[in-house]
């Protein structure tokens, strides 16, 4: 079914997939904004976002590290913390996140140093209105499509205000050609015996999905779980070792020994040694409790390069998934009706 083209074009009448081809150009975006902001007046980083507009900050604990505390809000409010030292940045891709803009009225009320990262709406209008930095995102259909633009607006906000340095840049624009050249082998005019995202959309087809990675490849797990929601509209959790050995490594010992689940399993190199032994010892000792997992062995020979890998093949994966579920992938209708709802 996946290597009928003319299927895939039907099903996905708005080309997600034709998005996913192309995200590696995200990755060279230019922002040259001045934010008058220097590194000597934080002590501290907050970001508000909501969804896919937060995807992307996940990063910043895996790649790039600040030497400050740096932290993601997904609510109304920010933490008690937040005050003239700290820089505070609004992210939603609409604009219109209706908790983004109460959490960056709070960060206002606190003095807060304000940056923003927009695609429109009512946010950008905000920005322009008091002279507040606007890295402005283009526009790519849905704020999960917009994780890799998103993240080249973060680091070049943080290598302005001198937060990092520029070489941050210059490993994006490296990792982007990088990217280029891996992802074309997931495209949809490559058949299946040879298209591993094919193969795993196929494996995860009817269950609900389960995908597990270490500390550093967490956020591309994360990446994952939302993929599989909105784009193949599945239920799916996320979850990283070694904290997964400390509570859910039982759950899956006990009954229904036949488990309606699928998992995957991010697994890199570049993890501390002990997160290899775990994945591997915990595979042993639920041998026959659980579905066996899909192994993925990320690419790359840095942890940006293994991010943008694992999440690259998470998006083209359930973006087949929801190919095989009969479904345009793109749409969150029910995420609009509950906007609607809530203005009521």
């Known amino acids: 079914m996946l290597d009928d083209l003319k299927m895939i074009h039907q099903r996905d009448s708005e080309d997600s997939l034709g998005v996913a081809e192309k995200q590696w150009e995200q990755l060279l975006l230019e922002f040259n904004i001045q934010t008058g902001i220097t590194v000597d007046q934080i002590q501290n980083v907050v970001l508000a976002g909501m969804g ?14 600040l030497a400050v505390p740096f932290e993601i809000t997904r609510g109304y409010e920010v933490p008690a913390y937040v005050g003239e030292n700290t820089l505070f940045i609004a992210s939603s891709y609409s604009g219109n996140t209706e908790e983004t803009l109460a959490a960056l009225e709070d960060a ?71 990217l280029s050249e891996l ?25 609900s999905v389960v995908i ?3 500390p550093k490849l967490f956020p591309a797990a994360y990446k994952w779980k939302i993929n599989v929601n909105e784009n ?7 979850n990283y070792f070694p904290e997964f050995n400390h509570n859910e490594f039982i759950g899956w010992s006990s009954h229904p020994t036949e488990k ?10 570049l993890e501390h040694e002990r997160i290899g032994k775990r994945f591997e010892i915990s595979d042993r ?6 579905p066996s997992p899909n192994v993925v062995e990320v690419h790359g020979d840095t942890v940006l390069k293994q991010l943008v890998w694992a999440i690259a093949l998470g998006d083209f994966t359930t973006l087949y998934l929801a190919l095989l579920n009969g479904l345009n992938p793109s749409p969150v209708e029910l995420v609009e009706k509950l906007k609607i709802e809530l203005k009521k």
């Not at 709406?121 to 890799?148: H, N, S, T, W």
């Not at 998103?150 to 070489?167: I, P, Q, R, S, W």
């Not at 309606?260 to 190199?269: G, T």
């Open 52 to 65: 896919g507009s937060a995807l992307a900050a996940t990063f910043v604990g895996s790649w790039p590290e």
């Open 108 to 178: 206002e009320n606190r003095q807060a140093k304000i940056a923003v990262i927009a695609g429109g709406g009512k946010l950008k209008e905000i920005a322009q209105a008091k002279d507040y930095p606007l890295f402005e995102l283009p526009d790519v259909g849905q704020p999960r499509m917009a994780v890799f633009s998103n993240l080249t607006a973060l680091v070049h906000l943080f290598v302005d205000v001198g937060l990092l340095e520029k070489e941050s840049i210059q490993e994006l624009r490296d990792t982007s050609k990088w």
């Open 183 to 207: 992802t074309s082998q997931w495209a949809p005019d490559v058949a299946t015996a040879n298209n591993q995202a094919k193969q795993l959309a196929q494996e995860l087809m009817g269950k």
């Open 212 to 214: 597990y990675a270490g």
């Open 232 to 238: 193949a509209k599945n239920v799916a959790w996320c």
């Open 260 to 269: 309606p689940y699928a998992l995957v399993e991010l697994r890199s190199d």
């Open 285 to 290: 000792l639920l041998s026959g409790k659980r």
